[in-house]
């Protein structure tokens, strides 16, 4: 299977790789185009300009949002818990 088939299928078929956010790469643009194509509104952002996040809770795993991001501020994992780690400093 290439790497553009593999984008758009849904976690089972990933090993359950999940989207996480590069906050480094994140413009928090608005309108965020990888919101707009998150059918399940797993993609939030609180304030106008500030960086988004993803509710793991509400994906579904449809990968959409990595190609939507013109900047490459979504990233797939293989660790659900990626979002507890913290990059060092």
């Given amino acids: 299977m290439s790497q553009s088939n593999l984008l758009g299928?849904?976690?089972q078929d990933f090993g359950k790789q999940r989207p996480e956010i590069d906050w480094k790469m994140c413009q928090?643009?608005?309108p965020c185009e990888a919101r707009k194509?998150?059918?399940t509104r797993a993609i939030?952002?609180?304030?106008p300009g500030?960086?988004?996040?993803?509710?793991?809770?509400?994906?579904?795993?449809?990968?959409?949002?990595?190609?939507a991001c013109a900047f490459?501020?979504?990233i797939?994992?293989?660790?659900?818990?990626?979002?507890?780690?913290?990059?060092p400093e």
């Fill in 50 to 67: 500030e960086p988004v996040f993803i509710e793991l809770a509400r994906c579904n795993g449809c990968n959409k949002c990595v190609r």
């Fill in 9 to 11: 299928c849904g976690l």
């Fill in 76 to 87: 797939l994992n293989n660790n659900h818990y990626s979002f507890l780690r913290q990059d």
């Fill in 72 to 74: 490459g501020a979504i």
């Fill in 28 to 30: 928090g643009c608005d």
């Fill in 37 to 39: 194509v998150c059918k």
């Fill in 44 to 47: 939030m952002q609180f304030d």
